[in-house]
């Protein structure tokens, strides 16, 4: 390809031929040889007469200029030109291409398939010998494989990011030691981070032939969590523009949705990242309910942080003895130490037992308390889910009715032990090392910190399985029990220095923290085998683009590989260590990445655009012209007006060769479609059910749609269409990215595809689940948030009053797209007041295209239910197509105010028959 600026050539040597315009131009300008005089007497009768068509001696200037302007066009059309075109090495050797798989790949994993699909494309048709990595930072055992560059498609669509950094074998010779012969291109499709062995695999590949790098095309954010005795938010991102944070966490109804925007600090901006710290300044009710933390508008890994024990912030209630509260007391008093240990990360109430229960805390913690008036509501409280926390001391053991006493985890005996006393005969007694799988697991314990004295417990077949915290001599230190749904704590020792020197060191903060953490969890039943121990559990996990998932394949990860962060077979989610949970995020510092020596692309750079159709239409143009004067100048005006009049006439508008008539005829007939698996039934109960869908929507509205249509996603264009229906089926392949970029400009241009798991059969004879499926199908897809349909929800009332949605199943929950954070119903609305859009995304399980299917006489083709419920089952799913069908053609109307007065005059009337 020859180069000149922003244009290219594939034909360069057509070119040539421009070097016979000029040639031409004398051709066409010469004049005819010189008339010969001769005297005629006749000539005389001639003179004074007209000549009505007169012949132009020489071709007119513009006239000229045109046709060599209509064959310069064709000369340069038949060149192959392309503005800006993309880099293409005219090589025969092998191709490599390399992509970075971590999560900073997934924001627009789309278009980098595209792209590698292209290039593979390019080599099959060259015959080049092509292998594919990807840069996912898992080991490579032996060398790279190259092969035809067609067998790597499927490969590289079936190829997803991962919820953890990228990465690279670190022995790039060994990995490329089997290249085939010839010069080696690579294309690289960089995440634009720098990580480990990046620079050694440029290096190397650099040397063995030219490299191209496909930077990212947009900008990259990621979220971290910064710990400390106030957790915050941490924003970096390789542009300056602020970004939203949104609090994900349950709402009443528990559904996953935004709860809370929060504000970020001002930018600090270092080696091209641009830093922000986010203050997680929430009520204590909000913020426990917090699951995660997401950048709005990114969809990857890196821009999720999972809430765990370091982000909620409990009540906890202190109840003491009133007579330790004065200032000369306060080193000697069990509420100060509570107070210092729990204060950073907790929020305290203080006050008698009767008034903290009413604050409603998460923990209740008691200072040497017995015999309390109000212990019957506290052991309902405990009994609803909370966290009794018990301290000993003199009050408790001196206690005549200790064994008595309710709200223990274990009997005790009265009067205590005094290990380190002037009377005793032993040593104060140190810690016994924590368990793996206990609340304190890992908490290192300082020689320093004896106990002196401590409540005994009674011995008892199951005191050991209570026992969390026990001394040196296997005396227990602390104990618990499950009561109810809550938990009761006993801390056999004082929470001031008086029986222990544990309150004077930073293990009884931790051990506070820990115990405190546990809030709104129950005691486990059983222990796990201490030989697993310490590892980590993967119990939910993210994938790249940032979706949680839970882990179910996943072996547990070990303590040390757990401090390393997200890696391989250890991705970003939520992992737990017997009764510890943390989550394991993806986000934290990054580094942009430098290219040196090497093509870089930009970001922004188009792929080419081909010139020929434009130049072959603009030499049609001139040549019309050409005639046109022609004419002109021939058979004067007369002529030249008959063929302006033919060029001006109308004539139906040109279609697109490369669109089906089917699709055409869809948008013209509001036609609904399918899409096709494969699957010959599945396929032929889809076209049925929208047939039966169509003709109810023929009888009972004005829509008139014609007969459905069948799409191919990774060849047809669905921009002229409306609505697609998508059966799931389990050996169902994913489109190409190309077939998604497709799809994602459908949603966002107003189209709505709804996903039919066909897996509702809660009797157990229909389809197995479809939820994998569907997960892998949807992924690459921009989908909002979700929510089943509530009671208000528009699709409930567009044409027809449902309640319930079923197709050939039913009792399933059909889902879309969540409501606004705060949508609230108007005074004398029966409903909330919506945004006027329609959910892109309609997802259920209740296979709604066999209820809905009917044959070629119109009868219906799968049975629904039995006798006279069945039929009235499909008639109510009918019912519900006709509702969808309707709002997806008219979206949220009846939303609007003017419809509420006759929607609530026909509320009244249906209860007043109803009676």
Request: no cysteine; proline share 8%.
């Amino acid at each position: 390809m020859l180069i000149l600026g922003p244009l290219g050539f594939a034909a360069p040597w057509v070119l040539g031929a421009l070097v016979a315009l000029p040639v031409l131009w004398v051709i066409l300008r010469a004049m005819p040889p010189a008339p010969k005089r001769i005297v005629f007497p006749g000539v005389s009768l001639l003179q004074g007469l007209t000549d009505k068509s007169p012949v132009a001696r020489r071709t007119p200037w513009w006239l000229l200029l045109l046709r060599l302007l209509a064959v310069a066009a064709l000369i340069l059309a038949f060149a192959g030109p392309v503005w800006k075109p993309a880099p293409r090495e005219d090589a025969s050797g092998p191709l490599l291409i390399v992509m970075d798989a971590g999560w900073a790949a997934a924001p627009d994993w789309a278009a980098r398939q595209a792209r590698a699909e292209a290039a593979l494309t390019d080599a099959a048709a060259a015959g080049r010998p092509a292998a594919l990595f990807m840069a996912d930072a898992r080991p490579m055992a032996g060398a790279a494989t190259f092969q035809s560059a067609a067998s790597l498609t499927a490969a590289l669509r079936a190829a997803r990011p991962k919820a953890w950094p990228s990465g690279l074998p670190t022995d790039a010779p060994q990995v490329l030691a089997d290249v085939p012969a010839g010069a080696l291109s690579t294309l690289w499709l960089a995440d634009g981070t720098d990580y480990p062995g990046r620079a050694d695999w440029l290096a190397h590949l650099s040397e063995m032939g030219p490299v191209t790098v496909v930077p990212p095309l947009r900008a990259l954010r990621t979220l971290s969590l910064q710990d400390g005795t106030e957790p915050a938010l941490i924003l970096r991102g390789t542009s300056t523009n602020a970004a939203t944070v949104q609090a994900i966490g349950p709402d009443p109804q528990g559904i996953a949705r935004p709860l809370a925007d929060l504000t970020a600090d001002a930018p600090q901006t270092s080696d091209g990242i641009t830093t922000r710290r986010i203050a997680i300044d929430l009520p204590p009710e909000l913020r426990n309910r917090i699951t995660s933390f997401r950048i709005q508008g990114d969809s990857h890994a890196g821009a999720v942080v999972l809430a765990d024990d370091r982000v909620q912030r409990h009540k906890v209630a202190l109840v003491g003895d009133p007579s330790d509260q004065s200032e000369a007391q306060e080193l000697l008093s069990q509420m100060h130490y509570l107070r210092q240990a729990l204060a950073p990360t907790s929020d305290l109430v203080e006050g008698s037992l009767g008034d903290v229960l009413d604050a409603a805390p998460d923990v209740v913690i008691l200072a040497d308390q017995v015999q309390l008036a109000e212990i019957g509501e506290l052991a309902e409280w405990v009994d609803q889910g909370g966290l009794l926390i018990r301290f000993g001391g003199p009050r408790m053991a001196g206690d005549d009715r200790l064994d008595q006493e309710p709200l223990l985890p274990v009997n005790l005996r009265q009067g205590g032990r005094d290990i380190g006393g002037a009377l005793s005969w032993g040593d104060p007694r140190g810690i016994k090392p924590f368990d793996a799988n206990g609340p304190f697991a890992g908490l290192a314990i300082p020689d320093d910190v004896t106990v002196r004295a401590q409540l005994m417990a009674q011995p008892a077949p199951d005191l050991a399985d209570k026992t969390i915290a026990a001394l040196t001599d296997d005396t227990p230190l602390i104990t618990r029990d499950r009561l109810g749904q809550g938990q009761v704590v006993l801390v056999h020792v004082t929470a001031n220095a008086e029986w222990s020197s544990l309150p004077l060191s930073e293990l009884f903060v931790q051990m506070m923290q820990r115990l405190v953490a546990t809030a709104g969890t129950s005691a486990r039943d059983e222990q796990t085998d201490d030989r697993q121990q310490p590892f980590w559990t993967p119990v939910q996990v993210l994938d790249g683009f940032g979706n949680l998932t839970e882990a179910d394949d996943l072996a547990p990860v070990s303590a040390a590989d757990m401090l390393k962060g997200p890696g391989v077979d250890r991705p970003a989610g939520i992992y737990v260590a017997g009764e510890r949970q943390q989550a394991l995020n993806a986000g934290g510092p990054i580094t942009v990445a430098d290219w040196p020596g090497v093509t870089v692309l930009q970001p922004d750079a188009t792929v080419g655009r081909d010139l020929m159709g434009m130049l072959l239409g603009l030499a049609a143009v001139l040549l019309a012209m050409d005639a046109f004067g022609s004419a002109w100048l021939g058979r004067g005006g007369r002529v030249a007006a008959v063929l302006l009049a033919l060029a001006l006439m109308p004539r139906p508008a040109a279609m697109a060769q490369d669109l089906d008539p089917d699709i055409i005829r869809a948008a013209d007939e509001v036609a609904l479609a399918y899409v096709v698996t494969g699957d010959d039934r599945i396929d032929t109960a889809s076209d049925q059910g929208l047939r039966g869908l169509s003709a109810a929507l023929r009888q009972r509205s004005s829509v008139e749609p014609g007969a459905p249509i069948g799409v191919d996603l990774d060849s047809d264009d669905l921009s002229l269409l409306t609505f697609i229906y998508w059966p799931v089926t389990a050996d169902q392949s994913a489109p190409s990215p190309r077939a998604y970029m497709r799809l994602n400009a459908f949603m966002r241009s107003g189209g709505v595809i709804m996903f039919d798991t066909r897996d509702g059969d809660v009797t157990g004879v229909g389809g197995p689940d479809m939820t994998d499926t569907l997960q892998a199908l949807a992924a690459p897809l921009d989908i909002p948030p979700l929510a089943p349909i509530p009671e208000d929800h528009v699709l409930t009332r567009t044409f027809y009053l449902l309640d319930d949605f079923p197709g050939r199943w039913r009792g399933n929950p059909v889902w879309v797209e969540a409501p606004p954070v705060g949508a609230a119903a108007a005074e004398g609305s029966p409903f909330r007041q919506l945004n006027d859009g329609v959910s892109p995304v309609i997802i259920g399980g209740n296979s709604w295209s066999e209820a809905w299917a009917i044959d070629d006489d119109g009868y219906p083709v799968f049975p629904v239910g039995s006798g006279w419920e069945g039929e009235e089952q499909r008639e109510m799913s009918l019912r519900f197509g006709v509702n969808l069908i309707t709002y997806v053609l008219t979206g949220n109307y009846k939303s609007d105010q003017v419809h509420v007065p006759a929607l609530l005059d026909r509320l009244r009337t249906e209860e007043a028959l109803s009676r």
